[in-house]
Nanobody, 121 residues
Framework: QVQLVESGGGLVQPGGSLSLSCAAS????????MAWYRQAPGKERELVAA???????NYADSVKGRFTISRYNVKNTVYLHMNSLKPEDTAVYYC???????????????WGKGTLVTVSS
């Protein structure tokens, strides 16, 4: 059984920084793309940043230059470093991974339960 567990959310003042991490565990053969999504109250879930197994990244325009996604393949972990946070960054942040599990040929989508980031003074 594959699981994604996020950590690192919390309350931060505007202009501050926060880092999120997400660790995948279970019977994992390989992890393909990993990403962070977020969902603000009353809004649809949106892609924040994604990273391939080879390290290529892409970001939502709203976070370019402020957020950095990285991954540590040895520990099946993806990170999101957030700088210059704004109130509009307030949302539940979800970890996503395309994982090929033991006994599978194809990758499947897995999601974490989410961690709340609140940017407020």
């Amino acid at each position: 059984q594959v699981q994604l567990v996020e950590s690192g959310g919390g309350l931060v003042q505007p202009g501050g920084s926060l880092s999120l991490s997400c660790a995948a565990s279970g019977s994992i053969i390989s992890i393909n793309a990993m990403a962070w999504y977020r969902q603000a109250p009353g809004k649809e879930r949106e892609l924040v940043a994604a990273i391939t197994s080879g390290g290529s990244t892409n970001y939502a325009d709203s976070v370019k230059g402020r957020f950095t996604i990285s991954r540590y393949n040895v520990k099946n972990t993806v990170y999101l470093h957030m700088n210059s946070l704004k109130p509009e960054d307030t949302a539940v942040y979800y970890c996503y991974a395309d994982i090929t599990g033991d006994g599978s040929i194809y990758g499947m989508d897995y999601w974490g339960k989410g961690t709340l980031v609140t940017v407020s003074s």
